[in-house]
């Protein structure tokens, strides 16, 4: 086992160097392989001043920072420029790390994964969340352009996901080892799988890339061990060929998820929202819709990552003229900070209850600030929101499906985007922390599924899986569960003390344990907490109804409820028989001809996910295209008698072994079983293991089952 785990290692760094220009120097130090982490051998070191002591001694930060070869460079918040390190190194989460053109680095975790850039590589560890007595785990990592190899730990863990996500891309790991690029002069990636599980999925690589108008659509599918997957493949995703002023954009919105803030195209939306009186001038919207200097300084910070990861001038250029734009409108933080004291003094008991100030008085203080959205110099340079609103929704889908194998199944059967929304949210976030799966789900109707069969998840894994992601975050609380993902770094003064509030968010956490019998919120609010207590998905998340529509007239009905199975399909509207029965009519539309559910629109499914377009292909629709998985003949039992410690002769020795130098490697035992399939030259190169993914032949493969081709 130790020597098989030592060939996938070699294998992940041939191909890394080879991708991406590493040079031949190696590192002097002992590095020791294990079946579930690599670590440097314990040695003695000595620190600048003249002390010695024993690494194993040491309580090993949760996240470590190792450079191998070359330059490395890290980049804090509070610092103003790359700093070069050149020995090991604790992490923070959002620091941000680039090496050089020949370099190498590698970052262990605390759950034993592993990371090892490559060259002229540009990340960002957003965050990392590993719970020992939740057996839950999960890592999001920010790529800007280079090459990441992967060594995911997933064994005893109930709960486990890894995400590497791209501008354009997501990789969802649930337990395998690969390499995954992106090309940001190109917007493409890949991924390549290279070891993993063969009785499930081993990862979601999803991508958003644009049909022949500009609109994106969403390509998800589930990798299977060894193949390679990615528009890198086919010579690049196509959002090169839109304006830069698009792409530009496209990196905001990366960059804001990164960072947890709220993107320009967020900013631009919420202010369209409250002109349109679809949104509330709550403390947390207002922020929202304000620009600040914050906005311009995480600008900078995007063509800061841009210029390193050697992104095209004309985009960088673009970053800049959008961040030159906003600059000219911007208000200082602590103006913005004044305002929201001044008219937020104190917390809503069960809701908004409070006067809001009138829209006219917000608008006169800060102006230009909050009218961007109708601001023809933003629309003349091509800072259209509103096209972008569309990939903006997409990227934030893409985030939510892939983290759910099940709903990418979903996607991959039905071509429906909602229903795959919809499943994922109910899988999740409706059996988040429960004992037993909720009637509804698909795990309750599953429960001996892959993906089900570990138990419910915790919520604050659920609340860690989506960091930084504002649309997720409003999706999310819309459906009335009691999750962050953000920070609010501006808000009343009232915070301090109510915690609970979504407007005075700490960044990602589940705050529903507040409103439980000795929770925070219980212990300030005795009275309102008897009786069952308050429904705060109701109360605090969930937006209050449209006058006239079924839930204003019945609050207490079902379907009116957040946080159960049937509010998350209603508010998906995914009205199939198979999922909730024939009989099953949620509205009476003769009576309430207007309310969203009838007429079609004024909600947020029909404004963000009703239109999107998706194609999803399953680890049956790969078997379909590239063949199945490889099988091997295995060695003879004399030669495993003649060399016990052969890697062939390992208990885990799988198809994709036999490519452990970046290219065909004969078996050893080929002399004694010649005509054994993995024996031909040719093995595993007709049953995907060294296959390239065109999306639009997949599209037109899967058009009979799909519901996307409309475009």
């Not at 919420?270 to 349109?276: K, V």
């Not at 003094?345 to 909050?370: H, K, N, R, W, Y």
């Amino acid at each position: 086992m130790k020597q098989r785990k030592s060939f996938v290692i070699l294998t992940i760094l041939f191909l890394i160097l080879s991708a991406c220009g590493g040079s031949n120097d190696t590192s002097n130090e002992t590095v020791e392989t294990t079946e579930e982490t690599t670590t440097t051998t314990a040695a003695d070191v000595e620190t600048s001043s003249g002390e010695v002591y024993n690494e194993a001694d040491l309580v090993v930060p949760p996240i470590l920072l190792k450079p191998l070869i070359g330059a490395t460079g890290i980049l804090t918040s509070t610092s103003e420029d790359w700093e070069v390190v050149s020995e090991i190194v604790p992490l923070d989460m959002g620091v941000k790390i680039r090496t050089a053109d020949n370099g190498t680095a590698q970052m262990t975790f605390e759950d034993g994964s592993a990371l090892l850039m490559g060259g002229n590589s540009v990340i960002n560890i957003r965050s990392f969340d590993y719970d020992e007595e939740e057996n839950a785990r999960v890592l999001t990592v920010d790529v800007i352009s280079g090459s990441i190899a992967y060594d995911i730990r997933s064994e005893g863990l109930s709960a486990s996901l890894a995400k590497i996500v791209t501008p354009t891309a997501e990789l969802s790991v649930h337990g395998t080892e690969g390499v995954f690029e992106y090309d940001v002069t190109s917007l493409s990636a890949k991924s390549t799988v290279l070891e993993g599980g063969e009785e499930a999925d081993d990862a979601v690589f999803s991508e958003l890339l644009p049909n022949e108008e500009g609109v994106p659509v969403l390509v998800a599918v589930s990798q299977t061990a060894g193949t390679e997957l990615g528009s890198a493949t086919t010579g690049g995703s196509g959002w090169t060929n839109e304006d830069s002023s698009t792409v530009a954009l496209i990196v905001d919105e990366f960059v804001s998820n990164m960072e947890g803030a709220c993107s320009y195209t967020c900013k631009a939306e919420t202010q369209e929202g409250l002109a349109e009186g679809s949104e509330q001038l709550t403390a947390d919207v207002a922020v929202n819709a304000v620009f600040t200097e914050s906005d311009t300084q995480r600008m900078d910070l995007a063509q800061t990552l841009l210029v390193a990861a050697g992104a095209p001038d004309e985009l960088t250029n673009s970053v800049e003229v959008l961040a030159e734009v906003v600059q000219e409108v911007a208000v200082p933080d602590e103006v913005v900070e004044e305002f929201i004291s001044a008219n937020w003094q104190e917390a809503p008991e069960d809701g908004p209850a409070q006067e809001l100030p009138p829209l006219s008085e917000f608008i006169g203080t800060f102006e230009d600030a909050v009218t961007v959205h109708e601001n023809e110099k933003f629309q003349n340079l091509g800072f259209d929101h509103n096209e972008n609103g569309n990939f903006r929704a997409q990227h934030g889908m893409m985030q939510f499906i892939s983290a759910d194998t099940n709903a990418v199944n979903e996607l991959a059967n039905t071509g429906d985007v909602a229903s795959a929304m919809a499943l994922a949210a109910a899988n999740m976030f409706v059996n988040a922390g429960q004992d037993n799966f909720v009637e509804g789900t698909y795990c309750a109707d599953n429960p001996n599924d892959p993906e089900c069969a570990a138990g419910a998840p915790p919520p604050e894994f659920l609340a860690q899986a989506f960091a930084g992601n504002h649309f997720v975050e409003d999706m999310v609380q819309g459906m009335g569960f009691e999750y962050t993902f953000t920070t609010n770094d501006i808000k009343p003064d009232y915070c301090d003390e109510q915690t609970w509030l979504p407007e005075c968010s700490d960044g990602p956490q589940f705050v529903g344990d507040a409103f439980q019998e000795g929770g925070a919120y219980c212990e300030a609010n005795p009275e309102n907490c008897e009786d069952g207590g308050i429904d705060p998905g109701n109360a605090f998340f969930g937006k209050s109804p449209n006058e006239n529509s079924f839930c204003a007239d019945n609050p207490e009905d079902p379907e009116c409820v957040g946080g159960n199975a049937q509010a998350v399909y209603t508010f998906f509207h995914v009205y199939d028989e198979d999922v909730l029965g024939d009989e099953w009519a949620p509205v009476n539309c003769e009576e309430y001809p207007d309310d969203p559910m009838c007429a079609g629109e004024g909600d947020f499914f029909h404004e963000f996910v009703g239109n999107a377009t998706g194609l999803a292909l399953d680890r049956n629709d790969m078997f379909d295209i590239y063949g199945g998985p490889q099988e091997l003949t295995g060695p003879p039992p004399e030669f495993c008698q003649e060399n016990p410690e052969a890697t062939e002769c390992g208990d885990n020795y799988r198809p994709a072994d036999v490519f452990s130098e970046g290219e065909y490697v004969a078996p050893a035992y080929c002399d004694q079983t010649p005509d054994a399939p993995e024996c031909d030259s040719g093995f595993g190169q007709q049953g995907g293991s060294e296959r390239s993914f065109d999306w639009r032949v997949a599209s037109s493969i899967r058009g009979s089952r799909s519901k996307c081709q409309r475009w």
